[in-house]
């Protein structure tokens, strides 16, 4: 296992509501990326932290933000739920610094949005 | 024209095969490459950083042809085990940015 940790496992949302998503990354990594993966799709990006501060985006809407606390651990919010968010968020560890950036992923929670 | 691109298969194979699966990326400035594995309804595990030199892991050899931008992942003796989708990685030059491709279903049959 790769010691990287996410909660909820699944989540029922009502489109319009909000909703936080929650991973704790592995010990000694100081990264933690966020991916969102429909279904039959690869993962996409969503926003990368390092050090408590974003850094690095992809093409989601600024309804989409998130959070890194001291400990590394990190929160997705997602404001304003559509239908298409309906999908496995992942979230990813890694070590900033290191020779290759190999990332490890979570379990994913898996978002469904009536 | 996609970032990355891979065949999404279904790859159905007999045990025992040896199958090859490509994937091509359009940076050529991309500097790191990985290979990862996906069950179904699971989270993507990585199987394999590609080097530049090319590297092996027991029964499973990556290459990189940074000429003609393409990686590849080539499994020998393949096992029931293996059934899964394999999803190629390019990492954005220049940014911590990971484009995953859609990746390729393989099926090995018994």
């Known amino acids: 296992e790769t010691g990287v940790t996410q909660s909820p496992t699944h989540l029922i949302k009502t489109r319009g509501q909000q909703v936080t998503l929650r991973c704790s990354s592995q010990?000694?990594?100081?990264?933690v990326s966020w991916y969102q993966q429909a279904l039959g799709q690869g993962p996409q990006f969503i926003f990368q932290?390092?050090?408590?501060?974003?850094?690095g985006r992809g093409n989601f809407p600024p309804r989409f933000s998130g959070l890194q606390f001291p400990n590394y651990s990190s929160e997705l919010n997602v404001n304003a739920l559509e239908l298409d968010d309906s999908a496995l968020y992942l979230c990813?560890?890694?070590?900033?610094?290191?020779?290759?950036?190999?990332?490890?992923f979570g379990p994913g929670t898996r978002l469904t949005v009536t | 024209r996609k970032e990355v691109e891979q065949d999404p298969g279904p790859f159905n194979v007999p045990e025992g095969a040896t199958v090859a699966f490509n994937c091509t990326y359009s940076?050529?400035?991309?500097?790191?490459f990985f290979w990862y594995r996906q069950d179904c309804r699971k989270e993507p595990k990585l199987l394999m950083s590609?080097?530049?030199s090319g590297n092996e892991d027991g029964r499973f050899t990556a290459q990189l042809n940074r000429a003609s931008q393409y990686i590849s992942l080539l499994i020998r003796d393949s096992k029931l085990s293996d059934s899964a989708t394999y999803l190629c990685?390019?990492?954005?030059?220049?940014?911590?940015?990971?484009?995953f491709g859609t990746g390729t279903r393989l099926k090995v049959l018994a």
């Open positions: 932290y390092y050090r408590e501060e974003e850094n």
């Open positions: 590609v080097y530049s």
């Open positions: 010990s000694g990594h100081n990264t």
């Open positions: 940076n050529s400035a991309s500097q790191s």
């Open positions: 990685v390019v990492n954005k030059a220049g940014t911590y940015k990971y484009i």
């Open positions: 990813a560890s890694s070590l900033l610094g290191g020779t290759f950036y190999e990332q490890y």
